[in-house]
C-alpha cells in the first residue's frame, strides 16, 4: 500500500495561523466555499493518484468532522476513489447547529444550502456502490448509516457502512 497523507486547506499544516475564519467569509464572500475547496483538493490528487499509480485502488481516509464532510463530497465527484472510511463524522448537518458551532470554529462546515439539498447519508448515496464505512459509528450514525444497507443492497452489493 502507498500513504499519501493530505492537509487540504484550513487543516493541519495548512491551517491559516491567525484569524482563518475571516479567510473563510472572504472566500464565502465571492462564492466560493472552504469546503468546496477541501473537496477540490482531495478531488485533485485523487485525479494525481490513478494517473502516477494506475490499476491500484484509491482509498480515503478521514477523521474528524471538518474532514469527512470534505472527503465525502470529494469522493461523491471522482469515482476513482474506491472506498471511503470515515473516523468522526457528523451523522447529520444538523449537528452544527445544534452543537453551536461558530463559523470561527469549523469553517468548512458552514455551506450555503448545503443542508437544503444534502444531509451526510445523501452524500454517503451519491459514493454508492463504492464503499463507505464509517468507522467508530455512534448511535446517531448508526441510525443515519443503516437505511444505506438497503441502498447498497439495491445497487447489488452487500455490504454495511457500519462496523
Not at 64 to 78: D, K, M, Q
Not at 83 to 89: A, I, M, Q, V
Amino acid at each position: 500500500h502507498r500513504v499519501i497523507a493530505v492537509d487540504p486547506f484550513y487543516i493541519g499544516e495548512s491551517q491559516i495561523p491567525q484569524r482563518d475564519f475571516l479567510f473563510a467569509l472572504l472566500v464565502g464572500a465571492v462564492g466560493e466555499r472552504p469546503v468546496g475547496i477541501q473537496a477540490s483538493q482531495l478531488a485533485a490528487i485523487t485525479r494525481w493518484c490513478h494517473a502516477r499509480y494506475p490499476g491500484e485502488a484509491i482509498e480515503i481516509i478521514a477523521h474528524g468532522e471538518r474532514l469527512c464532510l470534505s472527503a465525502l463530497i470529494a469522493a461523491g465527484l471522482e469515482e476513482q476513489v474506491s472506498r471511503l472510511e470515515l473516523h468522526g463524522c457528523l451523522s447529520s448537518l444538523k449537528q452544527v447547529m445544534a452543537k453551536h458551532y461558530g463559523v470561527n470554529q469549523a469553517p468548512e462546515l458552514f455551506c450555503f444550502g448545503l443542508l437544503e439539498a444534502f444531509d451526510i447519508r445523501e452524500l454517503a448515496a451519491i459514493v454508492a456502490p463504492r464503499e463507505v464505512r464509517f468507522a467508530d459509528a455512534d448511535a446517531a450514525m448508526q441510525a443515519t448509516a443503516e437505511p444505506l444497507r438497503a441502498w447498497y443492497r439495491d445497487l447489488g452489493k452487500d455490504f454495511s457502512p457500519l462496523p
